[in-house]
């Protein structure tokens, strides 16, 4: 069975960075459309970013690009979101997503990376 284990996030300010982290095991990362989505309280989780198996497409959320990149590293098995230019509204929990499909949100997910952007 497939396993997303994801690390990184933390606390940041504005204008700031952070790096999230998400390592499969299980299965190559280029069996899915790999992805990350953001949950903040009394929500449902948002799309952010998607890539798609062989890495060539990549699609954001409108309120993240220009600013967040994700990319993959296919010999570790493992994505990433680097995030600059941080704001406030992208405080929330991140995850990481498996999907068989492009326009589909898969059923594998991480455990989640706390984001919180304060001063």
């Known amino acids: 069975q497939s396993q997303l284990v994801q690390s990184g996030g933390g606390l940041a300010p504005p204008g700031g960075s952070l790096r999230l982290s998400c390592k499969v095991a299980g299965a190559r990362i280029s069996k899915w459309t790999m992805g990350w989505y953001r949950q903040t309280p009394g929500t449902e989780r948002d799309f952010v970013a998607k890539m798609s198996r062989s890495g060539r497409r990549v699609e954001y959320a409108p309120s993240v690009e220009g600013r967040f990149t994700l990319s993959a590293d296919y010999t570790n098995n493992s994505i990433y979101l680097q995030m600059d230019s941080l704001r406030p509204d992208d405080t929330g929990v991140y995850f990481c997503?498996?999907?068989?499909?492009?326009?589909?949100?898969?059923?594998?997910w991480g455990q989640g990376s706390p984001v919180s952007v304060s001063s």
């Open positions: 997503n498996a999907a068989e499909d492009w326009d589909t949100r898969g059923d594998i």
